[in-house]
C-alpha cells in the first residue's frame, strides 16, 4: 500500500482541468493534476477560432441559446445550453482577469469584458461572437492558466503520468455503495504504476478524435477518460456525433493542421478545383453553415468529381488584413508551400469534436459517486447532435467551475470519509511485452476501419464491418493487456478500441439522420429527438446521477 494522497485528482491539463484547478486553488484543498505528456499538450492548446461569449449589445442570449439548438439539430438539453450560455461573460471576465489576452479591436487598453473586443464570427453563428487571441486562442488561455497552477502551492503537477483505470468500490470489492476512490497512472518517465487516492476525481482527459485516421486533434485524444468511465460502470452517450472540421489543410506532411472556420467567418470562400464555389448548392448560409452541413458538402464534392481536396481561398482579402488576422495559420500554410494571401489551399475534412462522451449533470457529476466529467470528455447535453462552432472552450469553463463550487461545498461539509489504503496495481502475473508490432499494428487498423466505415456519411453494413473489425480487435488486445506490462502505447489502444466500439454501437443504435450522424439507410430526421444511451453491463449509477453524497 504506497498510496499518493489528495483530495482532487485532476487527470488532465487542459482547459477544463486548469480551470477546475485553479477554481478550487484559492481553498485549502489539496490538488494533484495527472497529465501524459507536458501538462498543457492537448486540443485547448491548438484551439484556434476563440471562446463564444455574448459580449456585443446587438447580440443576446437568446440568440446564442438559438444557434446552439439549431447547429445541435434538436438534441441540445435546454438547461444544459442555457447555463453555459449564461456563465459565459463571466467566464470570459474570469480569464481577462487571470490575464488572458483577447484581440482587441484599437489599441491594446481594455480591462474587463466592458474591453473594445475584435469578435470574430464562425459557421452557425447569427451574430459576431467569438471572442479570440488572434488565431491561437488556446495557446494564450492555457500558458496563462497554467503559469497560475504551477504557482499555487497545494497543487501538484505530475506530468509524463497517464491514468490506466479508475479505483472504484467494485474493484475494491467493497459493498458500500459505489464510488470512486482514485486511479492508478504509469509514470513513464520511471515506468512505475503509482496509485492514487482521493475525495474527488475528475476526468478532463479530453475527447477521441484520434480513432481517426484523419484528425485534427493532438495525439493525446485516445478517449482514455470515456474509456476508463465506462470500464467504472458509467454510461456513455452520443458517442455517434463525431464532428468533422470542414477544413484542415491538405499535404501529406501537414499532420492535422486545421485552418480556423474564422477564415470563412472573415469571407474565406470554399472552391472546387476549377475555381467554383458550392456551398451556394447545399445551404442557405453557403459558408458560414453549421459545420455538419459544410463537410458534408465537401465531402460530397470530393466524391462526385474524384477530387482530393477543395480549396479555401481568402486571398480576395487584403494581405495585411490576412496576416493580422491569421499569422500562425498563415505561416503553416507557408511550410508546406501555400500563400493564403495570394491563392486558394487545399482543404479536406478531418475528424475533430467528440460531442458525446461520460454523461454528466450540470455539475460535472457522473454516475459514479466522486467521480467528475468535465471538457471534451464529458456529455452534458450542450451539444446535443453537432456542436455550435467555439462552443467548447466555454463549455470546458462553465462546467469546471460548477464542478469545483460542487466539490468544494462537499468537501466543506466533510461528506467524505477518510481516505482509504488503496490496494498497490498487481503485476505479479505480467511480463514485458514481446510484440510491439501487435501494438502498432492494431492501432493503426483501429483507425483506418473508423475512418473508412464510421466516417461522414455511414451506412449500416460499413458500421457493421466495422463493428467485427473491432470485435477481433478487443478480442486480442484483453489477451494482450492480460498477459504482458502495460506502456502508453497499449494503455491509449485499450481505450482508442473501446470508444471505436462504443462509437460504432451509437451509431447503429441511431436509426436516423440527424446532425452530424448521416447515413442512407435512415437518411431522414426522426420528429423526436433522443439520446443514444449506452449502459455497461457493470452499471454503477442505480441512485439519480445528481445524487452524490449518500455513499
Ligand atoms: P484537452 O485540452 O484535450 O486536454 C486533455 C488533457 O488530458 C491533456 O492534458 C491530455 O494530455 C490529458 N490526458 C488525456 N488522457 C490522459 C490520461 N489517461 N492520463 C493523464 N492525462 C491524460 N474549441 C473552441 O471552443 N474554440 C476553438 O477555437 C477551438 N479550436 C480548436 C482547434 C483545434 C486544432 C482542436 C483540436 C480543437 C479545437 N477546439 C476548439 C476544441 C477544443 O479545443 C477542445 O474541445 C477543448 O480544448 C477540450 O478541452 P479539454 O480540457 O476537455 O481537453
Ligand atoms: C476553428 O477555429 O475553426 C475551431 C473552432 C472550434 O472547433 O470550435
Known amino acids: 500500500m504506497n498510496n499518493n494522497q489528495c483530495d482532487v485528482l485532476i487527470i488532465g491539463g487542459g482547459a477544463a482541468g486548469l480551470s477546475l484547478a485553479l477554481r478550487l486553488a484559492d481553498q485549502d484543498i489539496a490538488i494533484t493534476i495527472l497529465s501524459k505528456c507536458e501538462l498543457t499538450e492537448g486540443s485547448s492548446l491548438y484551439a484556434q477560432g476563440g471562446i463564444a461569449a455574448v459580449l456585443d449589445n446587438d447580440d443576446n442570449f437568446e440568440n446564442h441559446i438559438k444557434d446552439t439548438h439549431v447547429a445541435g439539430a434538436g438534441l441540445c438539453k435546454e438547461d444544459a445550453v442555457r447555463k453555459v450560455v449564461e456563465g459565459a461573460p463571466d467566464a470570459i471576465d474570469w480569464l481577462i482577469k487571470k490575464g488572458v489576452k483577447f484581440t482587441v479591436e484599437d489599441g491594446p487598453e481594455f480591462d474587463g469584458v466592458d474591453g473594445n473586443y475584435h469578435l470574430t464570427r464562425e459557421g452557425g453563428h447569427s451574430h459576431r461572437r467569438v471572442i479570440h487571441a488572434k488565431d491561437a486562442t488556446g495557446k494564450e488561455v492555457e500558458t496563462t ?12 503537477i505530475l506530468e509524463n503520468h497517464i491514468a490506466i483505470d479508475l479505483i472504484t468500490s467494485q474493484k475494491l470489492k467493497k459493498r458500500n455503495g459505489a464510488r470512486c476512490y482514485g486511479a492508478y497512472a504509469l509514470d513513464t518517465d520511471n515506468n512505475k504504476i503509482e496509485t492514487f487516492a482521493a475525495r474527488a476525481v475528475i476526468l478532463s482527459t479530453g475527447g477521441a478524435s484520434k480513432a481517426y485516421l484523419y484528425t485534427t486533434n493532438p495525439d493525446t485524444s485516445t478517449g482514455d477518460g470515456i474509456a476508463m468511465a465506462w470500464r467504472a460502470g458509467c454510461r456513455i452517450a452520443n458517442m455517434e456525433f463525431v464532428q468533422f472540421h470542414p477544413t484542415c489543410l491538405y499535404h501529406p506532411y501537414a499532420k492535422g493542421s486545421l485552418i480556423s472556420e474564422a477564415v470563412r467567418g472573415e469571407g474565406g470562400l470554399l472552391r472546387l478545383p ?30 462526385k468529381g474524384g477530387h482530393d481536396s477543395v480549396f479555401l481561398d481568402i486571398s480576395h482579402k487584403d494581405k495585411d488584413f490576412i496576416l493580422d488576422h491569421f499569422p500562425n495559420i498563415a505561416e503553416s500554410c507557408e511550410q508546406y508551400g501555400y500563400d493564403m494571401t495570394n491563392e486558394p489551399v487545399p482543404v479536406v475534412p478531418a475528424a475533430h469534436y467528440t460531442c458525446g462522451g461520460v454523461l454528466t449533470d450540470l455539475n460535472g457529476r457522473t454516475d459514479l459517486k466522486r467521480l467528475y466529467a468535465v471538457g471534451e470528455s464529458s456529455c452534458t447535453g450542450l451539444h446535443g447532435a453537432n456542436r455550435l462552432a467555439s462552443n467548447s472552450l466555454l463549455e470546458c469553463l462553465v462546467i469546471a467551475k460548477a464542478a469545483a463550487d460542487d466539490i468544494a461545498e462537499r468537501l466543506k461539509r466533510k461528506e467524505t470519509e477518510d481516505l482509504p489504503s488503496l490496494p498497490d496495481w498487481d503485476e505479479s502475473k505480467v511480463v514485458d511485452p514481446d510484440e510491439q508490432i501487435v501494438v502498432s499494428h492494431n492501432w493503426d487498423e483501429t483507425r483506418r476501419f473508423m475512418w473508412d466505415y464510421v466516417g ?14 473491432v470485435e477481433l480487435l ?6 494482450y493487456y492480460g498477459n504482458f506490462r502495460v506502456n502508453s502505447d497499449l494503455i491509449e489502444l485499450r481505450n482508442l478500441a473501446t470508444v471505436a466500439e462504443l462509437t460504432i454501437e451509437c451509431a447503429l443504435t441511431r436509426k436516423e439522420s440527424r446532425g452530424l450522424h448521416y447515413t442512407l439507410d435512415y437518411p431522414d430526421t426522426n420528429p423526436y429527438a433522443i439520446d443514444t444511451i449506452l449502459t455497461p453491463n457493470n452499471f454503477v449509477g442505480h441512485a439519480p446521477i445528481r445524487d452524490w453524497s449518500s455513499s
Open 145 to 156: 492558466l497554467e503559469s497560475h497552477v504551477r504557482a499555487q502551492a497545494n497543487v501538484t
Open 274 to 303: 476549377n475555381g467554383d464555389r458550392f456551398m451556394q448548392n447545399h445551404h442557405l448560409l453557403e459558408e458560414l453553415a453549421p459545420r455538419d452541413i459544410v463537410a458534408r458538402a465537401i465531402d460530397y464534392e470530393m466524391k
Open 456 to 469: 461522414i456519411v455511414r451506412t449500416r453494413k460499413r458500421l457493421e464491418r466495422a463493428r467485427n473489425r
Open 474 to 479: 478487443q478480442e486480442e488486445i484483453v489477451e
